[in-house]
């Protein structure tokens, strides 16, 4: 990446920068190859950040799916976090896990599951896993919530084998004008569903996969307690990542815990021959990234105070601007063959491509993604009647209060005093792109765009080749779109 003007003395955030197009050979976004630049070789260089608001197994399948990874929060029960990795390495690649409902289960029990699904709609079936039939919201509309199932359900269904292609399960859905395809394997018991949409996102993503062609998720682990014990346990659940992660990561007991770590890890690869990467963070500054590699890290986290739920730098003053943050700690990872997450601070698909181009190997995301399905929180309607999901900072004092849950009355009073994040905030669905599939579509459409408007082919060479400028509040204003007229 080069400035196309003189950089100025100050930090600078996504806001303050654009990228100037280059002449271009690449005359199609499909032509566009996203593959993230960390060593993790990820289809899309895009993590769901471990926040428990919004990480869980749901996310995690969705978003491996399109090529991605989620990370599990550090404060989930070490059991929780083996059924979930469990299950996500149970899960089909190409079709979606379904919300499988009992035919007796009263009808309101069932459409609180519907919204775990952005298509919602849930599947019906017997003892033996077979499909009987499918509710949602027209099936449900106007009959009493204490029916059971099977009594409103749709038998009309739309089935494909489980080795059916995307393409054929479009076509056969064109021609039905279902909503939904139900796969099933040689038996007729239920493996997954499909839309229309999901059969198109097929044929776009690639899908984030292990060496056993299973999806990859990662899981994050804290540096206070039993750091080693908690990464050889999680190792054995066949976590792909390990993620060290702490709001101040340049400190004594990261760097203590990374050393603890990777001699584990390194092990660990030995026995499997499956070398899994360590993540550690979160630094601003080239010094705390250096450090963190030459500590065992692979992938240095970057962004101090960025994030929406983050209060740190109105409370403490600490944090960095996160494009500088990015560039100058990219550079230092660069120089010792390491590379680093942009974590933090993206609110369009602006920011992500000018992460990527100032030197990010992948993109963490928490916040933007917590307004969707496929979060972890319930779906709650506001008294206007629009859809949220509740969300908080991981150094809230809400956040705190679960991390503390096994230490006395008093230690737990006394950490709940100091906090650096919200501990509620209403993250709003937006009706445009109320799944997380709908925002990494919106997402990679610009990313991809970017790469060609850069004349690049790759991240490695959108990172060469893109040409960054400095504007004003009133020039990123301009770029803005206005939704109404503004005579």
């Known amino acids: 990446m080069r400035f196309l003007n003189q950089p100025p003395a100050h930090d600078l955030t996504y806001n303050d920068v654009f990228m ?28 769901v950040a ?37 299950r996500v390495k149970r899960a089909p690649v190409r079709f979606e896990t379904p919300v499988v409902v009992d035919p007796t289960m009263p009808v309101g029990d069932a459409m609180n599951l519907v919204p775990k699904r952005a298509h919602g709609q849930a599947i ?33 269904l739309t089935t494909v ?43 776009i ?22 750091a080693a014990n908690r990464a050889e346990a999680l190792l054995k659940t066949h976590a792909d990542v390990l993620v060290m992660d702490t709001a101040h990561g340049h400190q ?24 899994v990467p360590i993540v550690a963070g979160n630094v601003v500054t080239a010094q705390g990234t250096l450090d963190l590699v030459e500590a065992g890290a692979d992938v240095v986290k970057v962004g101090v105070g960025p994030g929406a739920m983050c209060t740190t730098r109105m409370q403490t003053g600490v944090g960095r601007p996160q494009f500088s943050a990015v560039l100058e700690c990219a550079e230092a990872a660069a120089s010792v063959e390491a590379a680093v997450w942009a974590d933090g601070g993206v609110r369009h698909p602006r920011d992500v491509a000018l ?31 629009r859809q949220y999901k509740e969300s908080f900072g991981m150094a809230s004092a809400r956040a ?58 790759t991240l490695a060479e959108f990172q060469e080749k893109a040409v960054v400028g400095v504007q004003s509040l009133a020039g990123f204003e301009e770029g803005r779109p206005i939704p109404t007229s503004w005579a």
């Not at 499909?131 to 509309?141: L, S």
């Not at 990494?440 to 060609?452: C, E, K, N, P, W």
């Open 400 to 457: 705190v209060r679960n991390r503390t849950r096994g230490n006395s009355a008093f230690e737990r009073a006394r950490a709940a005093l100091f906090e650096e994040g919200i501990s509620s905030s209403r993250m709003y669905l937006d009706p445009a792109r109320p799944g997380v599939e709908d925002l990494l579509d919106y997402i990679s459409s610009g990313v991809r765009s970017a790469f060609t408007y850069a004349g690049s082919r």
């Open 20 to 47: 100037a197009p280059s002449r271009s050979s690449v005359t199609s976004r499909l032509d566009v190859d996203l593959t993230s630049q960390d060593g993790i070789d990820l289809p899309l260089p895009l993590v």
């Open 205 to 226: 993503y690639a899908p984030a996969l292990d060496e056993q062609g299973h999806l990859r998720i990662g899981t994050a682990v804290g540096i206070s307690g039993d």
């Open 161 to 203: 084998s489980k080795d059916a292609d995307p393409q054929q399960v479009f076509e056969t859905l064109d021609r039905t004008r279902h909503k939904i395809a139900i796969a099933i394997d040689e038996e007729g018991a239920l493996v997954g569903v499909m839309t229309s949409r999901g059969a198109v996102r097929c044929g």
């Open 355 to 385: 992460a990527l181009a100032a030197g990010g190997g992948a993109v963490m995301i928490g916040s933007w993604f917590a307004g969707t399905y496929e979060s972890t929180g319930d779906l709650l309607s506001a008294p206007d009647g």
């Open 50 to 86: 471990n926040m428990t608001a919004i990480s869980g197994r749901r996310m995690a399948e969705t978003v491996a799916r399109r090529g991605g990874i989620a990370i599990l929060p550090q404060d989930i029960p070490i059991d929780i976090v083996v059924e979930a990795i469990a």
């Open 124 to 156: 019906v079936v017997d003892e033996q896993n077979h499909p009987i039939g499918r509710i949602g919201a027209a099936q449900a509309e106007g009959v009493d919530r204490f029916l059971q199932v099977r009594d409103v359900m749709s038998t009309d």
């Open 252 to 275: 004594k007991r990261m760097i203590e815990a990374l050393e603890a770590v990777r001699p584990i890890r390194d092990r660990h690869a030995d026995e499997t021959g499956i070398r």
